[in-house]
């Protein structure tokens, strides 16, 4: 592990968190209520159907204390969060190998460890990248392989953003593959809590304007995710999906009219999140098998 000689450096420099196992179980509850979030007529997966990709973020959830909750309601100490003071966290992306389906309604164990840290300097300031690898194994064998990036700044900065929103607006696209999404405070406050998310900013009003600067409550980096490879699981349906890699770039805001749009490629899909402001709020790449 490499750590570039920074401001942030010296907070991380012995932190080396061992490996953690935990284990779930796939029950059909939590596929169900994401397909109805979703507006989807019916679960996308039953007992002994296959998991669709990522839909594994609706398990191995971590409710702390609500005395372990910081003031942003991120809680105060993780296994996997750096010892860096005013901790400020950003979902940056990630990379997922799927090797075999996971099977809903099956034990699964995941093994999670810390991949790499390292700082580098942004418009903003200095940042610290940290990756996590988790493996989630069934029956002994591993089926999924999955890298996920976080950002972590310490202070506050949430500047470059518009000062009001534009409901009205609609993203426009040539592609393919079209799914628009109306979201609205009470799909966030859904998602939230099938995912344990208690970050202020997806639900607090006043919190995300006055102490982070957002001009709206802000939609979650893995709900946007998701919506982009739900065109791969309407349009391509027989087709497993081999690799996948995303990128969170803007933030997109309650209300804001969003569109995931997408087409075929020689291997597989590009995808991407789109609204009237902003061609490529989040983007994505699939190969498939």
Known sequence: MQIIPSGLSPYVQSWSPQA???????????????????????????AGDPLPPLWHWLYF???????????????????????????QRMFAGGRCLFTRPLVVGEPVRRVSSLNSVTTKQGSTGEMLFVTVRSEFLQQGQTCVVEDQDIVYRSGRSAGGHPAELDTAAAARSGQEWQFPLDVDPTMLFRFSALTANAHRIHYDMPYVTDREGYPGLVVHGPLLVLAMLELVRRNSPTRPVRSLSYRLRRPVFAGERLLASGAPTDQGAALRIATHREERHATAEVTFV
């Open 20 to 46: 953690t196992t935990d284990d779930d179980v796939l029950s059909p509850g939590p596929v169900a209520a994401l397909s109805a979030v979703l507006d989807l007529p019916h679960p996308v997966s039953g």
């Open 61 to 87: 959830l971590r409710w702390p204390a609500q005395q372990d909750l910081g003031s942003d309601g991120h809680p105060l100490n993780g296994h996997f969060l750096p010892p860096i003071p005013d901790r």
